[in-house]
């Protein structure tokens, strides 16, 4: 299995801009597809950003399209999620996630879909 743990959150104004990081640990990084959801109080668990075990293809949701970018360093056992122009709706705990590449096909993926998960990173954007 693999252990995974964000840092990088915190309080920022809108428009402004923050780097998530997600270090791994454990299996061969590679072999794993990561994702970045976000909850917000009262609210169910979301989609956010996705990339492929290959780094191949990268998936968004919708609100976010256009301002985050999710990218991964094999080398280095990371995934990053680099968000600007970033809004009070965009505050939440960012959590990220990994899948075996064998479960890697599914997009856009659900929670479900997603085996191993951190702890989570809080960001608040005020307005």
């Known amino acids: 299995q693999v252990q995974v743990v964000e840092s990088g959150g915190g309080l920022v104004q809108a428009g402004d801009s923050l780097r998530l990081s997600c270090a791994a640990s454990?299996?061969?990084?590679?072999?794993?597809?990561m994702g970045w959801f976000r909850q917000a109080p009262g609210k169910e668990r979301e989609f956010v950003a996705a990339?492929?075990?290959?780094?191949?293809?990268?998936y968004y949701a919708d609100s976010v399209k256009g301002r985050f970018t999710i990218s991964r360093d094999n080398a280095k056992n990371a995934v990053y999620l680099q968000m600007n122009q970033l809004k009070p709706e965009d505050t939440a705990v960012y959590y990220c996630?990994?899948?075996?590449?064998?479960?890697?096909?599914?997009?856009?993926?659900?929670?479900?879909?997603?085996?191993?998960w951190g702890q989570g990173t809080q960001v608040t954007v005020s307005s």
């Open positions: 996630a990994a899948r075996s590449r064998s479960s890697d096909y599914r997009f856009p993926p659900g929670p479900t879909d997603y085996t191993y």
């Open positions: 990339i492929r075990w290959n780094g191949g293809s990268t």
């Open positions: 454990g299996r061969t990084f590679s072999n794993y597809g």
